[in-house]
């Protein structure tokens, strides 16, 4: 059974501009976590990941944008609006010294919410699934600006948490993950650092 997907206020007073953002914001949001956590938000969802046979996006990265909005914005993705939910970029991630026998272990989907298609450049929402059951909240206790009572999660719900609320300032998801989205769309195999992408922003 898929458990649901919980993003909790934010912490700060007031909160930050991004954390639930306005719905009439054009944003380009990427949630990303554990292989594990995800299959338990989309415990159905197949994933096709044999060299032969990998596509992209994953089955789960539809999915997973669509339960992120869900939870930002409090509706779903509305078929009238051509840009309401647009999948453009995903990560796959693997770690084989954690899990040898799983070709992936991380996965991340990029999806625009009602960004132009010209606009390369358009605001980012940092948001990571955090890991409970494997450490017992471990890493979320650590990484974390908030306390997390595991047993709140485990067999319960699955945290996600915008950069805000955590330890780690993301100075570099803006261009990153906007970038990464460049390069998949357009091909721009050389942005390789913020450098390279300023030169681009600016023409």
Same mark, same amino acid.
């Given at each position: 059974?898929?458990?649901?997907?919980?993003?909790?206020?934010?912490?700060?007073?007031?909160?930050?501009?991004?954390?639930?953002?306005?719905?009439?914001?054009?944003?380009?949001?990427?949630?990303?976590?554990?292989?594990?956590?995800?299959?338990?938000?989309?415990?159905?969802?197949?994933?096709r990941?044999?060299?032969?046979?990998?596509?992209?996006?994953?089955?789960?990265? #539809? /999915?997973?944008?669509?339960?992120?909005?869900?939870?930002? $914005? @409090?509706?779903?993705?509305?078929?009238? =609006?051509?840009? !309401?939910?647009?999948?453009r970029?995903?990560?796959?991630?693997?770690? #084989? /010294?954690?899990?040898?026998?799983?070709?992936?272990?991380? $996965? @991340?989907?990029?999806?625009?919410?009602? =960004?132009?298609? !010209?606009?390369?450049?358009?605001?980012?929402?940092?948001?990571?699934?955090? /890991?409970?059951?494997?450490?017992?909240?471990?890493?979320?206790?650590?990484?974390?600006?908030?306390?997390?009572?595991?047993?709140?999660?485990?067999?319960?719900?699955?945290?996600?948490v915008?950069?805000?609320?955590?330890?780690?300032?993301?100075?570099?998801?803006h261009?990153?993950?906007?970038?990464?989205?460049?390069?998949?769309?357009?091909?721009?195999?050389?942005?390789?650092?913020?450098?390279?992408?300023?030169?681009?922003?600016?023409?």
């Open positions: 059974m898929a458990l649901p997907f919980y993003i909790p206020p934010c912490i700060h007073a007031p909160p930050d501009q991004y954390h639930l953002p306005p719905p009439d914001q054009p944003l380009k949001i990427q949630i990303e976590g554990p292989l594990v956590a995800i299959q338990r938000l989309l415990p159905h969802i197949p994933w990941l044999g060299y032969l046979d990998r596509t992209f996006p994953q089955p789960a990265g #539809p /999915e997973l944008g669509r339960l992120t909005y869900q939870v930002i $914005y @409090g509706r779903e993705v509305s078929s009238e =609006v051509q840009s !309401d939910l647009v999948v970029d995903e990560y796959l991630g693997w770690m #084989p /010294e954690k899990r040898p026998d799983e070709l992936i272990d991380y $996965y @991340g989907v990029t999806s625009h919410h009602l =960004v132009p298609a !010209d606009d390369i450049n358009p605001e980012v929402l940092q948001i990571n699934i955090i /890991e409970i059951e494997d450490d017992n909240g471990v890493y979320a206790n650590t990484w974390l600006l908030f306390k997390v009572d595991p047993t709140e999660f485990i067999g319960k719900k699955v945290l996600a915008p950069r805000c609320c955590q330890k780690r300032k993301g100075t570099q998801d261009w990153r993950v906007n970038a990464l989205v460049e390069q998949r769309v357009h091909g721009r195999e050389h942005l390789r650092d913020l450098k390279d992408w300023e030169n681009i922003t600016k023409g």
